[in-house]
Structures are given as structure tokens and as C-alpha cells.
């Protein structure tokens, strides 16, 4: 059936003073405008029935009831975001609800059903433990200018990831609700003026390693045309076996037994907090790296599983299925490395890093520590160990796992292109980051910062609130330079979901393991041989984990 068949022709607020609106199978959605743009946008429409009760911990099913009594939603009010886990500054301090499968759509001004024009889908970062569409950072006001911009909520911690294989619940939720949105779009999108055909997923750091691991499941090709991964990448999975050790123990804490699934879906949210708090609760103080070393010794924490199912095998070895950029920030550990020690920055200690070295690697972190020598950053403006911790989280946790998506893409003959972002935003980018010049330099190019320019967020920043309102909102704004690195980016995004090539005046090579090319953005935009030369010894000492 053609997608668009279900549908009516959708009102404009460019063709009469009433808000946007459209009509769906459900019913019709009103929207409204953007505090500073033309852009419309219609938020927390929903895609999912409510993963509660007895659809807790299960795969979701997709939401086919009429929206209300009459058929109508109002659109306009932001959606609650999913039950949040950990003290992560990035974690979302609003509404929360277990009733949370939904997602935001932002349209151009002046789009007819006949316009077809490309698809951005958003998967947001946070450990998968935290995160929400409604940080205002992911809105799309700005850079749905040639484009439809979607973003989507999904379950994240035990309610996204919980697998206990002899209760027969076998985890991946939160991913699977990424792919339900994603036929949701194939569905719906024709709707609002988009293309079915010309959807691009793109993801930040866990929404990265969830935009990997989707890239290779087999039916992947017939939902998306094209994928953008921001420091994610392709990351040894556990398997469900593997994720054992840590999710008995958390079922311990909720005093159900393992082969229980009625109990542990029965287990109200706080304890559900109060277990995942106590199991993190004695974890040294360390910055955080996901490796099976971690969290008290039982292993993986909360993600994607190798089930044999929905991911029969590891992602890793068979590389994205549709044309991709794929990419890393210069610094992207130092954010880390900030969240865990903050003002007490410069007065790391030798010790602590040997702690940081023991908790994450064991018996190899002498090895980690010969190829990362506190005397190789003597010159650190903050302290060497800040900044070998900084490095070790960006080598093995982004750069390494991006070089591995390359070449596993590039090995099964699909286009793919890198980058290397190493510019310093001029402006704080999250209410969670201080706007504070001096902070921002010692961060560099750290985790997130790339995006609001894929965003193009260059005004009013930190954002602060509804797409509709300008109240909380800074007042810092990027440079001109600035402006062009988020032009160069937005367009390459929105190129590759329209053509599957990032096609700009600049011409972007297509990365291969010979010459390793990209693109390296700094203070200008340059093609760039990369360099992933420490990434031989990280896999080294992956093998021997």
C-alpha cells in the first residue's frame, strides 16, 4: 500500500492564520510554530501503545487507537520523557512517565504532501540510561529547513535494556522501539510532506551505538536510506549470556528470582531506581568506560544485547547496510572526565588514575598505562592525569569503535565517509555545561559538542524549554565561522538522506582503509588523512578482555 494512501492533505499555517495541522489514521494532530522560526512542529505524537503492566519488558507493539475521545490530539506540549536512570547531568528533570513511546516532528513552512522531502530521524545519547526528546537541544527548529526533523523517545536502563533469558525476557527493548518509530516514519511521514524513501537515521554517543547496531540488522535497508553516527560507533556487544552476571544481580535487588518475569514486571519504578542506585553505588571514584570490567565486577551495563534474534550476531562484524557518515570528536573524554571530578579537575591525583586504569581494565592496565604515560602529558594545562584520561576514554570508547565502523562498512562495499571534529564551541551547548570561555577551552571538542551545529543551533544558546517559547534561553551566539561549520554539517546530513552521498561544494571522499581520508573540522573545513593510529593497540587489548 502506498504510504501515503491512509492520509489526508494536511492544512498549513501558510495558507490561513489556524495552526498547522495534519490528519492521520489516528486522527488529526495541531501543531504549532517555533518561538524563532517559521518552522512548524507537532510533539509527542505517539507511536507505541504504553509499554506498562503486562507490555512492560517486552517488545512494543504500535499504537493504533484514535488519538482521544474525538479523534484529535494537541500537539503542542512537550512529551514526557521515559523514566531516567543515574546522576547523569544529561538526564532529563521534567515530566517523566513509563507512558513515553513518542516522538516530535518539525516541518518547513510552506510543505504540501506533493514536496517528498527528506527525513532526519534523531536518536538522542545518555548511557542509554538517561535522555529525552524534550532537552531542547534536539529541537529542530532550525535545521528543518530542507527537511522533515523527527525525534524520538525510547527506553532506556532496566526498562529498555533489562534481559533475563530464563524469565524469557530477552532485552533490546529500547532498540526496538527505535525501529518501531522508524516504520512509524515510513507510515506517516508521506503525511507531512516527506519522503519515505529518503530517511536518514542519526545518532549521538549511545544513540551512535544504537544507530550501529540497527544500521545492521537485516530488514534495516527497507526503512532507512542512510545513516550518521556521532561518536557511537561499532563496540563489542554482550551477549545475552554475557549480561548475566549484571542483570541477575539486579533482579536480586528487587527480590524476584531470575526465572520470575511476572514478578520483576510487577516491581514498582522507585525500586526499580532504588536497585540500579545501589548497584552503581559503590563504583569508585572514576570516570565512566564501558567495559566488562565495570560495574562492581558483574560486567556490561545497560544497552543492546547479541539476543540471536532481533541482533543475531555482533554488529561489529557486519557493518552498516546503508551509505553512512561516521565520526568522533577530538576530545570527546574530557566531558567524562569533568562530569566525574568537576572542580577538583586540576587536583587529580597519580593514584586516581591508577584506580581509573585498575577499575576499567585489570590485569591489563599496565599495559594501558605503557601507552599512556602521565610523563607523555607533562604540558597539560589542567593536570596529566586529566588529560590521559581524557584520551583513553576518547581512543577506546569513540575513536577506535568509529575506526571499526569503517572498516566493517567499507568491507562489505558500502559508501562510507568520515570526520573528526575538533573545534571548540565558542558558546555552551547544554544548560549542564557552564558558559564559561575558560571551561569551554579546557574541554575542546568534547563529547556533544558537535551537536548543535548538526542542529543549527547557532543563536539563543544553552536552549532552555518548548520549541515555542524563548523564556530561560541564553544569549550567546556562534561566530561566522561557526555558522559555516553548521551549515557544512546540517547540509551534509540532509544530502545524505536525500541523495545518499553528503553532496556540498566541497567534495567529501569516501573513506577506505588505504588512505583513510576524511573530513577534519576545526576553525576551517579541510580534507584530511585521519588518524586511527592507536586503534591496533586497542583491539589488542579488546581481544584480551
Known amino acids: 500500500?502506498?504510504?501515503?494512501?491512509?492520509?489526508?492533505?494536511?492544512?498549513?499555517?501558510?495558507?490561513?492564520?489556524?495552526?498547522?495541522?495534519v490528519r492521520l489514521l489516528n486522527g488529526t494532530l495541531t501543531g504549532s510554530q517555533c518561538a524563532y522560526s517559521e518552522t512548524n512542529f507537532y510533539l509527542a505524537i505517539p507511536y507505541a501503545r504504553p509499554p506498562i503492566g503486562e507490555f512492560r519488558f517486552t517488545a512494543p507493539s504500535i499504537f493504533n487507537a484514535k488519538y482521544g475521545k474525538?479523534?484529535?490530539?494537541?500537539?503542542?506540549?512537550?512529551?514526557?520523557?521515559c523514566p531516567q536512570f543515574g546522576s547523569s547531568s544529561f538526564a532529563e528533570s521534567g515530566v517523566q512517565s513509563e507512558d513515553c513511546l513518542?516522538?516530535?516532528?518539525?516541518?518547513?513552512?510552506?510543505?504540501?504532501?506533493?514536496?517528498?522531502?527528506?527525513?532526519?530521524?534523531?536518536?538522542?545519547?545518555?548511557?542509554?540510561?538517561?535522555?529525552?526528546?524534550?532537552?531542547?537541544?534536539?529541537?529542530?527548529?532550525f535545521s528543518a529547513k530542507d527537511s522533515i526533523v523527527v525525534t524520538v523517545n525510547y527506553r532506556v536502563g532496566p526498562l529498555g535494556y533489562l534481559s533475563v533469558k530464563k524469565a524469557g525476557l530477552m532485552g533490546n527493548y529500547g532498540l526496538q522501539d527505535q525501529l518501531l518509530a522508524l516504520k512509524w516514519v515510513q507510515s506517516n511521514i508521506y503525511a507531512f510532506g516527506g519522503d519515505p524513501k529518503k530517511v536518514l537515521l542519526f545518532g549521538q554517543s549511545a544513540g551512535a551505538l544504537d544507530t550501529y547496531a540497527l544500521g545492521t540488522?537485516?530488514?534495516?535497508?527497507?526503512?532507512?536510506?542512510?545513516?550518521?553516527?556521532?561518536?557511537?560507533?561499532?563496540?563489542?556487544l554482550p551477549t545475552i549470556?554475557?549480561?548475566?552476571?549484571?542483570?541477575?544481580?539486579?533482579v536480586e535487588m528487587l527480590n524476584c528470582t531470575t526465572f520470575d518475569a511476572q514478578c520483576i514486571r510487577e516491581v514498582p519504578l522507585a525500586q526499580l531506581n532504588e536497585a540500579f542506585a545501589s548497584l552503581v553505588s559503590s563504583r569508585p571514584?572514576?570516570?565512566a568506560l564501558d567495559t566488562n570490567r565495570q560495574n562492581n565486577g558483574f560486567g556490561y551495563g545497560w544497552g543492546p544485547v547479541v539476543d540471536g534474534t532481533f541482533l543475531e550476531e555482533q554488529p561489529e562484524k557486519i557493518g552498516m547496510r546503508v551509505p553512512s557518515i561516521i565520526g568522533n570528536n577530538a576530545n570527546d573524554g574530557a566531558l567524562f572526565v569533568l562530569a566525574q571530578y568537576g572542580a577538583a579537575l586540576t587536583n587529580i591525583t597519580e593514584s586516581q588514575y591508577q584506580e581509573f586504569l585498575l577499575y576499567s581494565f585489570g590485569r591489563l592496565a599496565s599495559n594501558v598505562s605503557i601507552s599512556y604515560p602521565l610523563s607523555k602529558y607533562n604540558s597539560s594545562v589542567i593536570s596529566p592525569e586529566f588529560s590521559a584520561m581524557s584520551d583513553i576514554i576518547t581512543d577506546y570508547g569513540y575513536k577506535c569503535p568509529t575506526y571499526r565502523a569503517l572498516k566493517a562498512t567499507e568491507a562489505r562495499g558500502v559508501n562510507v565517509w568520515a570526520y573528526n571534529f575538533n573545534h571548540t564551541p565558542t558558546c555552551s551547548w547544554y544548560?549542564?555545561?557552564?558558559?564559561?570561555p575558560e571551561i569551554?577551552?579546557?574541554?575542546?571538542?568534547?563529547?556533544?559538542?558537535?551537536?548543535?551545529?548538526?542542529f543549527s543551533l547557532t543563536n539563543h544558546l544553552p536552549l532552555s524549554g518548548s520549541p515555542s517559547s524563548t523564556s530561560g534561553n541564553g544569549n550567546c551566539s556562534f561566530d561566522h565561522a561557526e555558522i559555516a561549520i553548521s551549515q557544512f554539517m546540517e547540509r551534509a546530513w540532509t544530502a545524505l538522506a536525500k541523495d545518499k552521498r553528503p553532496a556540498l561544494t566541497l567534495v567529501w571522499p569516501k573513506w577506505n582503509r588505504n588512505s583513510y581520508t576524511g573530513i577534519h573540522i576545526e576553525n576551517l573545513i579541510e580534507i584530511s588523512e585521519l588518524d586511527y593510529s592507536n586503534c591496533a593497540f586497542w583491539d589488542k587489548i579488546s581481544n584480551r578482555m
Open 217 to 236: 540488522i537485516r530488514e534495516i535497508e527497507s526503512i532507512i536510506s542512510a545513516a550518521a553516527i556521532q561518536s557511537g560507533g561499532s563496540r563489542t
Open 70 to 81: 474525538d479523534g484529535s490530539l494537541n500537539a503542542t506540549l512537550p512529551a514526557a520523557s
Open 285 to 287: 571514584n572514576v570516570p
Open 1 to 21: 500500500m502506498r504510504p501515503g494512501s491512509f492520509f489526508a492533505i494536511f492544512s498549513l499555517s501558510s495558507l490561513s492564520t489556524a495552526a498547522p495541522s
Open 102 to 141: 513518542t516522538l516530535d516532528v518539525y516541518v518547513p513552512p510552506r510543505i504540501s504532501i506533493q514536496s517528498k522531502l527528506p527525513v532526519k530521524v534523531w536518536l538522542y545519547g545518555g548511557f542509554n540510561e538517561a535522555g529525552g526528546i524534550s532537552d531542547a537541544t534536539y529541537n529542530g527548529c
Open 440 to 454: 569551554l577551552q579546557l574541554l575542546g571538542p568534547t563529547h556533544t559538542a558537535e551537536i548543535p551545529y548538526v
Open 431 to 436: 544548560q549542564a555545561i557552564p558558559n564559561d
Open 241 to 250: 549470556d554475557d549480561a548475566e552476571n549484571f542483570t541477575s544481580k539486579f
